[in-house]
């Protein structure tokens, strides 16, 4: 007998903006798992200068048109009530440094508890640096 068991993976993030970090662990992503979701989250504690509909178009913009197992979506919520309600397996999340990992293993463990594991992708070395807030800053001095 056959199983043919597919997973689904969510990338959760505000994305504000999509820097080649993220795009670079979409990649990596896609690679490991059957479908990847770029999950456009609002998170209360950060204040966007564009909603989630407006974020989500942009990283739509950016992605490979050959990437047809990444689907992008704009959510409210817990991620792991959209994990549940869309059949994902499991979560993405990428790390730069000491200080995103303390962060997101503690997010991991709350999600892990909610039913849905995480799997942390450290970033691309020369990619480590680059982060959402220093990309705004760099636009925002333009």
């Known amino acids: 007998m056959s199983t043919d068991v597919r997973v689904r993976a969510v990338y959760p993030g505000s994305f504000d903006p999509f820097t080649p970090g993220h795009l670079n ?30 974020r989500a178009a942009a990283v739509r913009a950016v992605l490979p048109v050959e990437w047809t197992t990444v689907t992008v979506a704009a959510w409210r919520g ?47 070395p020369e990619l480590a640096a680059v982060s959402s807030t220093a990309v705004r800053r760099l636009a925002s001095e333009r």
């Open 78 to 124: 817990l991620t792991s009530t959209y994990c549940r309600r869309h059949k994902a397996g499991v979560i993405v999340r990428g790390v730069r440094n000491t200080t995103d990992l303390q962060n997101e293993y503690e997010l991991a463990a709350m999600n892990q508890s909610l039913g849905v594991p995480t799997v942390l992708l450290p970033a691309q």
């Open 25 to 54: 662990v979409v990649n990596r992503a896609r690679a490991l798992f059957d479908e990847v979701v770029v999950l456009v989250a609002v998170n209360g504690t950060k204040h966007p200068g564009t909603d989630e509909e407006e």
